[in-house]
């Protein structure tokens, strides 16, 4: 059986394209899904996309990995990586590998944006590789 992935996105990932370009980039939600999914027929894996601007939907998916045969996650939270305890409580109650994933180097924007609670529970982080971070990502979960 295809291994299973789950990605995450959360708030304003659906606005890629339209958001901030010269920090997120010109290609919109639509071709970061077909390029995840590209990948995922290269790999002969299963991806699941999801994405959500609404906090307690994304608490809800990732419970719902917890019961689906998941076995790894990628997750972009968004801005919700700075201050979500409840989505970092939830990733924290799984026990497959997660890769967050940040489009832009949140380390080199605004102060705020320095600190992921939710990093600490995941496997690992990629920032600031654009939306190769996202196959990256998928790379890092099959060599778990």
Known sequence: MAMKLLVINGPNLNFLGIREKSVYGTEDYGYLKSLIQEKAIKENITVDIFQSNSEGNIIDRIQEAYYDGTQGIIINPGAFTHYSYA??????????????????????????????????????????????????????????
């Open 87 to 144: 989505i970092r409580d939830a990733l924290a109650s799984l026990t497959v590998p997660i890769i967050e994933v940040h489009i832009s180097n949140i380390h080199k924007r605004e102060e705020f944006r320095h600190n992921s609670v939710t990093a600490p529970v995941c496997t690992g982080q990629i920032v600031g590789l654009g939306l190769k971070g996202y196959l990256f990502a998928i790379d890092a979960l099959l060599s778990q």
